[in-house]
């Protein structure tokens, strides 16, 4: 119930109606008195508002009391509202009886004294308040319940959707809760062993073994965990990462365990065959017949293979470059100097010299001296940052078995050439011969590998010999593996899109090229299509830009012949109900205007052709107009608009004025529509962010509120908080849209805040630039100033195909004491200032034969006459959007005015253009 209760009184004598008003205003003041005259109007009126008391007459034409006490019970709206019936008539038994039994909660027979008239009324207020209050905390238990109750869903789905097996156990070893995971690992299903012990599922000897001893630590309070080996029914055996951990109940006792058990069977084989590739690296290099030595950045020794070790006749030691010589007795090639570390090949190569075949002699003790060739450079990971230095030791004493051992270890990478599953090609970069290919080419490309083999690169690859041959030059003069994207032709004649990585490598003695070859061809056709359907979006996108630009044209021509004839007619002389009918018209006509420029200006945004002017905004000056808009719509709710903007915000705000207003203007309209009654507040301070300083716009009512789903996508296009919304109040569901695109345009943020039937709040913010600290280009509208006068007897010329349009400009401009010559395209325009001298066109843009842009044009350039070239052009034009304007400027006109327009306007147009500074030249 409100604080002010609502009674609705429902009598159609009207003495009654008088006399209950005024009985119940004298003893229950403050309330707020609702009446009707018939049920069907009562019905009406609760289904707009919430009653705490509903009287009504017992007989009534057309339905009763009774009949409509039963729709108020059956409707949820108003079946909480207490009835009371009143009948003129001694009532009876079954009458009562009736009443009761139609949902009436009192029955009042007249005539009555007044004291208990009130105090039956009263009784019903008060149980409505108690009512109204057990609801209230019946909703917040259930949403407390509701509360509880998902975050344990939340829960349980989390568990539920872990790939990880979990399960719980209490204090009898029982299994309380066993997640998917859990059942399908063991195969179990869940109500064969939800409350089983876990001995009797598993065994006890596996129980006790296994089990107990880690779950008994866990009972005493400790967190254990452990790997065990498992055999899975389809896998075999896996190994899986388990953890025990105590769950504490009050005092601190273990009341349970949860068991989260998770597969690890691949990391450990992941783990293993890094491991493995690692040894087997190092049994690679340990493998080498050259001694393979590196060392890190600091110059600490890292790498000694044992090639390396056996050349040296010592083991590995990490040790710096100031020892390198001494402990590894490292001489000169007359094996007496010692080398000192700058000569040493390593330390030069650290300090990234090449080394190429230079020879040193190493003195191992108990020996024979060995003479070897040292060749190495720096080390650099894939970005180029430096790693250290490397270089290859060869024993020159045993140079005939290195080239065996390289002779099999080149026989070694043709296995694995062979052997490789991606499509490889040995080619001759010189005459483009095929020198070999692997099982995998001859798959690919239907020959045998025999055959393949006598081919030339140029029967596969479909460029010209030329191309194909700087392809061949630019893969074997490069340093690194070069990449390629090629047609090749198949065997069967079919094409093949490939990607092929080519280098050089010495092959036999001489230089080939290696190419491993990748088929792209469904890759290639899955961008394509993705291509193609962006392209179709982006189409699709820009024909709905161009309809809904089309469409406001098409409905704007009409709309000015409506909204102009009407203000016309509503100049003149009217009774007070013609005056009314035609007002009502009007305020649906701008209503319709507002959803269309709602609409274009959406078009405007998907087609990222709105643009935000930078300008000076004195905030409180445009504070004071918005809120002076909606006053008198407030005051016929009964509501309160405050508005507070804080001192320590600049006087002047740099930012675009017109789209300010339009968020707020939105944001306001829709508090005073969604409130019944209360106050709104608009607030206006400064915000510290992470982003900087900013400023916070905010709004908040004392309306019906926001459900907390409908919150979600409130900003939404075209959405409404509930479906009925629009029935019951109206809008098209962009004015919300628009503000979050405009504030995303500012590089700000908009959210909101409800509760239901205690109100909304809705808030933007972005970044706070003062006006005076910022130099601003000046406003381009700033010299559009409305004259309150006109001059008359001006000559028109008015260039309009629209034949209500024509007698629109005709009338407004007569009654100015202008004299209008009128013709329907561009070209009789250009006709007519050509016999005859005016002072001004009123020019339309869209026209057959000849548009108002092409005409404008032609008058600048002095088609007509060098007389008219300076004649003032006004355009009057359906197209509304920046860039129409910018177009009309571009042709040489003096003025823009869209439609619909307003007499006042045209007048204000005309005068501006007499007294405007010479017309803009045309551009281009």
Same mark, same amino acid.
């Given at each position: 119930m409100h604080d002010t209760p609502a009674i609705l009184i429902v009598d159609d004598t009207p003495s009654n109606l008088y006399t209950m008003r005024e009985v119940l205003q004298h003893y229950l003041c403050p309330c707020y008195i609702v009446e009707a005259s018939s049920a069907r109007q009562g019905l009406e009126l609760t289904r707009s508002m919430e009653m705490d008391c509903i009287l009504v007459d017992l007989q009534m034409p057309e339905m009763d009391g009774i009949a409509m006490c039963r729709q108020l019970k059956q409707n949820p709206q108003s079946a909480r509202s207490p009835v009371i019936l009143m009948s003129a008539h001694q009532s009876t038994?079954? &009458?009562?009886?009736?009443? /009761? $039994?139609?949902?009436?909660? $009192?029955?009042?027979?007249?005539?009555?004294?007044?004291?208990e008239f009130v105090a039956r009324v009263r009784t019903a207020l008060r149980l409505k308040k108690m009512g109204d209050e057990l609801l209230q905390l019946n909703n917040a238990l259930q949403g407390k319940a509701s509360s509880a109750s998902a975050t344990l869903r939340e829960y349980l789905r989390a568990v539920e959707s872990s790939e990880d097996l979990i399960a719980t156990v209490g204090e009898d070893f029982r299994l309380k809760i066993v997640n998917n995971a859990f059942l399908r690992f063991h195969n179990f299903r869940r109500r064969k062993v939800i409350g089983q012990s876990i001995a009797d599922i598993?065994?006890?000897?596996?129980?006790? %073994? !296994?089990?107990?001893?880690? &779950?008994?630590?866990?009972?005493?309070?400790e967190q254990v965990q452990f790997e065990a080996r498992r055999t899975h029914p389809l896998r075999g055996e896996v190994v899986l990462h388990v953890r025990y951990?105590?769950? &504490?109940?009050?005092?601190?006792?273990? !009341?349970?365990?949860?068991?989260? %058990?998770? $597969?690890?069977? *691949?990391?450990?084989?992941?783990? @293993? *065959?890094? $491991?493995?590739q690692r040894q087997f690296n190092l049994a690679i290099l340990d493998h080498i017949d050259e001694g393979i030595v590196a060392c890190d950045m600091s110059g600490t020794l890292s790498l000694f293979n044992q090639a390396a070790r056996r050349l040296h006749g010592r083991p590995f030691e990490p040790l710096n470059p100031e020892q390198w010589a001494q402990h590894y007795r490292l001489f000169h090639n007359d094996e007496r100097t010692l080398m000192t570390k700058e000569?040493?090949?390593?330390?030069?190569? /650290? *300090?990234?010299?090449?080394?190429d075949h230079e020879e040193m002699v190493i003195l191992p003790k108990g020996q024979q001296p060995r003479h070897v060739q040292a060749s190495g450079g720096p080390l650099f990971d894939s970005d180029g940052t430096p790693l250290g230095a490397l270089i290859s030791l060869l024993d020159l004493s045993d140079r005939r078995a290195a080239q065996q051992e390289s002779a099999t270890r080149e026989a070694q990478y043709h296995a694995l050439f062979q052997n490789n599953h991606s499509v490889m090609l040995l080619i001759d970069p010189d005459s483009g011969e095929i020198l070999d290919?692997?099982?995998?080419?001859?798959?690919?490309?239907?020959?045998? @590998?025999?055959? /393949?083999?006598?081919?030339?690169?140029?029967s596969l690859n479909t460029l010209s010999p030329e191309e194909l041959w700087r392809a061949l030059n630019s893969a074997q003069n490069r340093a690194e593996e070069a990449s390629f994207r090629f047609q090749h032709l198949l065997a069967d004649g079919s094409m093949r899109d490939v990607e092929v990585f080519s280098g050089p490598i010495n092959y036999q003695g001489r230089i080939v090229l290696y190419s491993i070859v990748h088929d792209i061809t469904e890759r290639l056709r899955g961008e394509k299509q993705m291509l193609e359907a962006t392209k179709a979006a982006e189409e699709a996108s820009l024909a709905k830009s161009s309809f809904l630009a089309n469409m406001s044209h098409e409905l704007r021509t009409p709309m000015n012949g409506i909204l102009g004839m009407t203000e016309l007619?509503?100049?003149?002389?009217?009774?007070?109900?013609?005056?009314?009918?035609?007002? &009502?018209a009007r305020d649906s006509a701008h209503t319709l205007l507002a959803l269309l420029n709602d609409l274009l200006d959406l078009s405007r945004i998907e087609a990222r052709q709105l643009e935000l002017r930078q300008a000076p905004v004195e905030l409180n000056k445009l504070l004071n107009q918005i809120t002076k808009s909606f006053s008198l719509q407030a005051r016929q709710k009964g509501l309160i608009i405050h508005s507070n903007l804080c001192p320590k915000i600049p006087l002047s705000i740099l930012g675009d004025e017109t789209r300010l207003g339009q968020i707020l203007i939105n944001l306001l309209g829709n508090a005073i529509k969604f409130t019944h009654q209360g106050r709104i507040d608009l607030q206006v301070k400064c915000s510290r962010t992470q982003r900087g300083e900013e400023i916070l716009f905010s709004v908040e009512d004392t309306g019906i509120g926001i459900e907390e789903l409908a919150l979600e996508r409130i900003f939404d296009r075209f959405a409404q908080a509930d479906a009925s919304i629009t029935r019951q109040f109206g809008g098209s569901g962009l004015g919300l849209a628009i503000s979050k695109e405009l504030v995303q345009l500012m590089d700000g943020r908009i959210w909101a805040q409800s509760r239901i039937r205690e109100g909304s709040s809705f808030h933007f913010s972005f970044p706070l630039r003062d006006a005076h600290e910022t130099t601003a280009g000046p406003d381009p509208d700033s010299d559009r100033q409305e004259e309150s006068t006109h001059r008359a007897g001006i000559k028109i010329l008015v260039a309009e195909d629209h034949e209500i349009n024509q007698r629109l %400009?005709?009338?407004?401009?007569?009654?100015?004491?202008?004299?209008v010559t009128l013709t329907g395209n561009g070209a009789l325009a250009l006709k007519s200032l050509s016999e005859e001298k005016y002072d001004l066109v009123l020019m339309d843009i869209q026209m057959p034969v000849m548009n108002g842009l092409e005409a404008a044009a032609s008058i600048r350039r002095g088609t007509v006459s060098k007389e008219a070239t300076n004649i003032p052009i006004v355009a009057m034009t359906a197209h509304a959007s920046e860039e129409d304007r910018s177009n009309c400027f571009r042709a040489g006109m003096n003025d823009y005015l869209s439609k619909p327009f307003t007499p006042r306007e045209l007048l204000n147009a005309v005068e501006r253009a007499i007294i405007a500074p010479q017309p803009l030249q045309p551009q281009g």
């Open positions: 038994a079954s &009458m009562r009886a009736e009443a /009761l $039994d139609a949902g009436a909660d $009192d029955f009042i027979n007249r005539p009555i004294d007044s004291v598993w065994g006890k000897d596996f129980f006790e %073994a !296994q089990i107990l001893p880690w &779950m008994s630590r866990c009972f005493l309070g951990s105590p769950i &504490m109940g009050a005092g601190k006792t273990v !009341q349970g365990v949860v068991i989260i %058990a998770r $597969d690890i069977t *691949e990391q450990n084989r992941a783990r @293993q *065959e890094l $491991d493995r000569a040493n090949p390593l330390f030069r190569a /650290l *300090e990234g010299e090449p080394i290919a692997n099982e995998a080419a001859a798959r690919f490309y239907g020959y045998p @590998q025999a055959q /393949l083999k006598t081919l030339k690169i140029t007619v509503l100049e003149s002389r009217l009774n007070a109900e013609q005056r009314e009918c035609l007002g &009502m %400009a005709r009338k407004i401009l007569e009654r100015g004491g202008h004299r």
